[in-house]
């Protein structure tokens, strides 16, 4: 129907905008397409462990000051209870103080069970 009130060139440089306002002044209705929704899986329910030490969780955090600078936060958990084990904070967590924070837990509380 377009193609008899606008010529060729008009139509190649219409834009959706243009389509629509002649579609309302035609009276015309317009088709609108909705969007597709991704089919998505249920997720498996958390595993809980069945006593304390068997699961560890470890998290960074990241955070800034009033002044600008930037600190960070290394947390271990213990999946069972929720018992904090351990927080370590500083301007900067490097590899080597992780693995001393975690050894220091370890002798604390001795090497959690996997599985």
Aim: charge should be positive.
């Amino acid at each position: 129907m377009l193609d008899t009130v606008f010529s060729d060139a008009v139509l190649n440089t219409v834009n959706h905008k243009r389509v629509y306002r002649i579609y309302c002044a035609l009276e015309l209705n317009l088709r609108i397409k909705s969007r597709k929704r991704l089919k998505r899986d249920i997720p498996d329910a958390l595993a809980v462990p069945e006593a304390p030490n068997i699961t560890w969780s470890k998290d960074f955090l990241a955070d800034r000051l009033a002044d600008g600078r930037q600190f960070r936060l290394l947390n271990v958990l213990d999946d069972f209870n929720r018992e904090g084990l351990g927080i370590e904070v500083d301007f900067s967590l490097p590899a080597e103080r992780v693995i001393r924070s975690l050894n220091r837990i370890i002798e604390w509380r001795g090497k959690h069970h996997s599985g």
